[in-house]
């Protein structure tokens, strides 16, 4: 069975920063890329970053490309996102996925992590 679970959201001022974790098993971790995604009250759900099996190949959706890191442990089965100076317009449910693959749909999520920005 596999699960997914994110920690490290939070509530944060404008120009702050969060480190989003989340901690796969029942899975090749290894094996897999691993995505992030998001959802603002009212709207669809979105890719923010995608992270190749290996770590060598990273993916940002364009409102985030320089703010955000993602990156993974391939030892621990975990994959990380570092959030900097993060706007109020970040606020959302912030998911993990698997497998990401680009253009395709991830199976697995996780249950999500809200992150709350403010101005």
């Given at each position: 069975q596999v699960q997914l679970v994110e920690s490290g959201g939070g509530l944060v001022q404008a120009g702050g920063s969060l480190r989003?974790?989340?901690?796969?098993?029942?899975?090749?971790?290894?094996?897999?890329?691993?995505?992030?995604?998001?959802?603002?009250?009212?709207?669809?759900?979105?890719?923010?970053?995608?992270?190749?099996?290996?770590?060598?190949?990273?993916?940002?959706?364009?409102?985030?490309?320089?703010?955000?890191?993602?990156?993974?442990?391939?030892?621990?089965?975990?994959?990380?996102l570092q959030m900097n100076r993060l706007k109020p317009e970040d606020t959302a449910v912030y998911y993990c996925s698997a497998p990401w693959v680009v253009g395709l749909s991830p199976t697995y999520w996780g249950q999500g992590t809200q992150v709350t920005v403010s101005s």
């Open positions: 989003l974790s989340c901690a796969a098993s029942g899975l090749t971790f290894s094996s897999y890329g691993m995505g992030w995604f998001r959802q603002a009250p009212g709207k669809e759900r979105e890719f923010v970053a995608g992270i190749s099996w290996s770590g060598s190949s990273t993916y940002y959706a364009d409102s985030v490309k320089g703010r955000f890191t993602i990156s993974r442990g391939n030892v621990k089965n975990t994959v990380y």
